[in-house]
């Protein structure tokens, strides 16, 4: 089993609608959760981070975590194209910066 | 959110020579910083973390002797990529740790 498993998609969303990514993890002592946003050809840029159950809101973007059942997700509301991308979830362990990637789902925004 | 600046952004270099990238965290100091690599449409792969003031611990399967990586102060990191081969042709990125873990640009390798 991957320590960190997302769909690798493709996702693909009409434009204004909510797009829903969903990421596991294996590892029940994990602390913090990131979700990044990596355009093609760049290197990621962090959207959202989240240590503790529940939702996490910032503008269009929202995190949710559930401890207990080892998950995370990404909603992004009102979907625009330039939010086409792929999106890596991440995961970082108790007193360990390391992070531990996700493969990626690849969202397409259709307008 | 905090910057880490890498540069170059791309290099060419020749078969058997070797290319250094440098890691920069420009507004906070950084004990720790990561260096990744990324093949085209995978996911990126942890090479190793770089330590101020101590050696960087490689991850399983990587060679420190032929990735060296020297983090000779709290804002700067280097990765070098010795006796370089095309099939070291990637994208390297790093990162570091301010209030959450930043991303560089991403430094593009290509080695023919």
């Known amino acids: 089993q991957k320590e960190v498993e997302q769909n690798s998609g493709p996702l693909s969303v009409p434009e204004g609608a909510i797009a829903s990514l969903n990421c596991t993890y294996s590892?029940?002592?994990?602390?913090?959760f990131f979700w990044y946003r990596q355009y093609s050809g760049k290197s990621p840029e962090l959207i959202m981070s989240?240590?503790?159950?529940g939702d996490k809101e910032d503008g269009r973007f929202t995190a949710q975590l559930n401890k207990a059942s080892q998950y995370v997700s990404l909603l992004i509301r009102d979907s625009q194209p330039s939010d086409s991308a792929t999106y890596l979830c991440a995961v970082n362990g108790f007193g360990n910066e390391k992070l531990t990637f996700g493969t990626g789902t690849r969202l397409t925004i259709i307008p | 959110g905090a910057v880490v600046s890498q540069h170059p952004s791309r290099v060419i270099c020749k078969s058997g020579t070797s290319v250094k990238i440098e890691c920069r965290s420009l507004?906070?100091?950084?004990?720790?910083m990561f260096w990744y690599r990324q093949f085209p449409k995978q996911s990126l792969m942890l090479m190793a973390t770089?330590?101020?003031?101590?050696?960087?611990?490689?991850e399983q399967g990587v060679e420190k002797d032929k990735f060296l990586i020297n983090h000779a102060s709290l804002t700067l990191s280097t990765l070098t990529v010795t006796s370089a081969h095309p099939e070291d042709s990637s994208f390297y990125i790093c990162s570091a740790r301010d209030t959450a873990i930043y991303f560089g640009e991403g430094s593009w390798l290509t080695v023919v």
């Open positions: 590892d029940r002592v994990s602390q913090s």
């Open positions: 989240i240590y503790s159950n």
């Open positions: 770089s330590n101020e003031g101590s050696k960087a611990t490689y």
């Open positions: 507004d906070f100091q950084a004990t720790t």
